[in-house]
């Protein structure tokens, strides 16, 4: 017991919480690219004011 350092030991990463970082990043990369994407997608044209249909891509 004299022999040892009273230094806590570091905590070395095991696979377990490697896994929890991964699919948290990878997550927050997919919520981040989707909100991207939403966002910068163009509007779709404006419809003619005596068309009856609600779908831009529906003459």
Known sequence: ???RTTTPR???PNLERQALAF???LYLFI???LLIVHHA???PPPS???S???SPYNP
């Open 31 to 33: 919520c981040v690219g």
């Open 41 to 43: 997608a163009p509007e």
């Open 52 to 54: 009856s249909s609600t």
């Open 1 to 3: 017991m004299l022999n």
């Open 48 to 50: 003619p004011a005596g």
């Open 10 to 12: 570091t905590k070395r």
């Open 23 to 25: 699919t948290i990043g």
